[in-house]
């Protein structure tokens, strides 16, 4: 099966700074790539996602990147503010399979005023 | 909106009991979803279903069944309660059909003593 692993675990950047997180997938087949957020207390919601047949995908501050033949996705933050601490979690599947998404094991993000 | 609850936010059971977590989705979602949420650990698969009385193993299955009479209703069952079964755990639900973004619960924090 698929297996994501997500670095860094914990990760503190200064406000206004960017910050990065990467996951590595292991099945090459996976074809869907979402990421979500999970402030203290509150639960995971989707914040972006990105299909294999785009390498780039941006949303205001935030953007994904992807690469197929590294089988690796990464999640940028730009201009970080305070609301952005928070644990972030990858996942991939392969869409239209019997197959559920498969989560990393979470950045914990936070952002110094 | 969206939305999906979960019966409880804390509960305490002593070992050997068996415990019931309730889930419940208002979106007429066709899967739903059990993980648990541990540090460090991610979210790990517990069981899913894609439909009423259908059920399919996740990742970490062990010591949990479930139960879907109803579409909107997934229950979580711990036949004899263990402390390492202790964690959070976090119901889901998504549209299916194509679409994979998952709606979660806020959580049930169990702590087996």
């Known amino acids: 099966g698929e297996n994501v692993e997500q670095h860094p675990s914990t990760l503190s950047v200064q406000e206004g700074d960017s910050a990065v997180i990467k996951c590595t997938y292991s099945d090459s087949a996976s074809n869907y790539f979402p990421w979500y957020k999970q402030e203290l207390g509150k639960r995971p919601q989707l914040i972006i996602d990105i299909r294999s047949n785009v390498g780039e995908k941006k949303d205001q501050r935030i953007a994904v990147t992807l690469n197929k033949t590294a089988k690796h996705f990464s999640l940028h933050i730009t201009e970080t503010q305070p609301e952005d601490s928070a644990v972030y979690f990858c996942a991939a599947i392969l869409t239209g399979s019997a197959r559920q998404l498969t989560f990393g094991s979470g950045t914990q993000l936070t952002v110094l005023p | 909106d969206v939305k999906v609850t979960q019966s409880s936010r804390y509960l305490v059971k002593r070992t050997g009991e068996k415990v019931f977590l309730e889930c419940v989705q208002d979106?007429?979602?066709?899967?739903m979803f059990w993980y648990r949420q541990d540090p460090g650990l991610g979210l790990r698969l517990i069981y899913f279903?894609?439909?009423?009385?259908?059920?399919e193993k996740g990742d970490i299955p062990e010591g949990y069944s479930v139960s879907r009479e109803k579409k909107e209703r997934f229950s979580l069952i711990l036949e004899s309660a263990s402390t390492n079964q202790t964690s959070m755990y976090l119901c889901?639900?998504?549209f299916g059909s194509g679409s994979y973004e998952q709606y979660f619960g806020p959580g049930t924090r169990l702590t087996v003593t």
């Open positions: 279903s894609y439909d009423v009385k259908m059920k």
């Open positions: 889901a639900s998504s």
């Open positions: 979106m007429d979602h066709e899967n």
